[in-house]
């Protein structure tokens, strides 16, 4: 079976790459000539474990090609998949423009029966918003049908995440198309992966409603953080209780700065808007956001107090990235941090495996180094945000000797506050008490 992919960003690269390795020939597309171009030649624009060797194996097996052309991406293909940007407007709401555009194009070059299955995440009722945009740009009347196919990859574990799901969600209204994209994921039957098959509208809510659940339960833990650092208790006790009841779980209940990235933020801005338009006030995904959004200013506050104040301070900041394992820096909590460090007059100096280049040129002020100890050298504190494996046994003796001032803030609960105290350090977590002096010495 041929199928394309048009959008070849995050969702739409892994999801070609991937098909690709299923044995489908996979044509991805896009409107970026130099993005297709880097592609042809095996290179990928981002970073995400895997994806380059899976993207040069489709390359050498012919199962993988790359095109600007969305004529052809469409007159050759039975199945195309929407994998373009649903970025948020100023009201919170999502941005279909650019999968409106591609329903146009599509809509245009039609010369018979296609499936198109949107894996952007949309908001509900996008699906037949697009139905209509095709059926009223079409030259000629062409069947097609419409589903939601909606993905549920981690940057940083995307390749894993597709290959062996939890579940594939389909949502259609024919029978036809249910059969056709089933079949595409043949190979995950073999894993015995769960199939849920239902309409196009509960497909596209549940995407949403898992993704705010999930944001949710980050702003719950990082509330009750807040509330354990009042009263003295420990969150990460806490946390791991809570999860040891499989009604809860372990996931997402690690207390931190709040979440970011590229899904989280707009997603919840995106279900919140859908909602007001339906005349239905979503309460609590509205409250978890803005308890995202406090908890980066809490985390400042964390660094001033620890210091006694920003101004002509130097801090080295460990992780720009959102999450580890990619380079990813959308809405990442260590932009909001530096930025307000850099603005209340102190120095920073910043280190990440992978996301430098791309968070120097969005944060020019800051001083990129080579790595921990370099950032570390001559700063008043090391605050880590990121929790990279790089950063998960730092030699402390080494870090202690780079600093001007041994204080640590750890704002991923990386670290036993014993193990980091003991070598004489003031060390300060999220819903912990701080550990060590109370004044910094040299």
Known sequence: MHISVIGTGYVGLVTGACFAEFGLNVTCMDTDDRRINRLEKGEVPFYEPGLTDLLNKGLRDNCLAFTTDIAKAVRQTLVIFIAVGTPTRSDGSADLSYVEEVGRGIARNMDGYKVIATKSTVPVGT??????VIRSHQPESCRFDIVANPEFLREGSAIEDFLRPNRVVIGADSPEASAI???????????ETPFVLTDIATAEMIKSASNAFLATKISFINEIANLCERVGADVQVVAKAMGLDHRIGPKFLHAGP????????????????????????????QAAATVNEQQRHLMIEKIREALGGLKGKTIALLGLSFKPNTNDLRDAPALTIAERLLAEGSQVRVYDPVALEEGTKVLPRVLPCSDTYDAAKGADALVLVTEWNEFRNLDLKRLKAALRQPVFIDLRNVYE???????????????????????ASD
């Open 181 to 191: 994209m089933k079949d595409l994921y043949r190979p995950l039957y073999l894993l």
């Open 417 to 439: 506050p014993a193990r980091v105290t003991e070598q004489g350090f003031r060390y300060i977590s999220v819903g912990r008490p701080p550990r060590g002096p109370t004044t």
């Open 258 to 285: 709040g979440y970011g990235g590229s899904c989280f933020p707009k997603d919840m801005a995106a279900l919140i808007q859908t909602a007001e338009q339906a005349g239905c006030e979503m309460r609590i995904p």
């Open 127 to 132: 699906g037949e918003k697009l139905r209509e």
